[in-house]
């Protein structure tokens, strides 16, 4: 099984910057991709960023492009989202994933808030 806690959230201004954590316990994280998705109130939950199980490829929702950037420390069982440039249509509960694949991440934590006020 696999445990996913996540961290860092917070308030910050437009334009500020955030880097969330999820830390990971279970021996296959080192095997399993990860990712990021947000659930604002009233709205459905989103994809926002996966990366593979070696880091060797990631994908970023359009809406966040060029902003936040997903990274995976291996050796610290810890996957980051680096947000940056952020604006107030980035407020949500930001949840780590994790699974075998991108496309099967079967495995979530309890989210973080993050708030951008403007």
């Known amino acids: 099984q696999v445990q996913l806690v996540e961290s860092g959230g917070g308030s910050v201004q437009a334009g500020g910057s955030l880097r969330l954590s999820c830390a990971t316990s279970g021996r296959t994280f080192s095997l399993y991709a990860m990712g990021w998705f947000r659930q604002a109130p009233g709205k459905e939950r989103e994809f926002v960023a996966a990366i593979s199980w070696n880091g060797a490829s990631t994908n970023h929702a359009d809406s966040v492009k060029g902003r936040f950037t997903i990274s995976r420390d291996n050796a610290r069982n810890t996957v980051y989202l680096r947000m940056n440039s952020l604006k107030p249509e980035d407020t949500a509960v930001y949840y780590c994933?994790?699974?075998?694949?991108?496309?099967?991440?079967?495995?979530w934590g309890q989210g973080t808030q993050v708030t951008v006020s403007s």
């Open positions: 994933a994790a699974g075998p694949g991108i496309t099967t991440l079967d495995y």
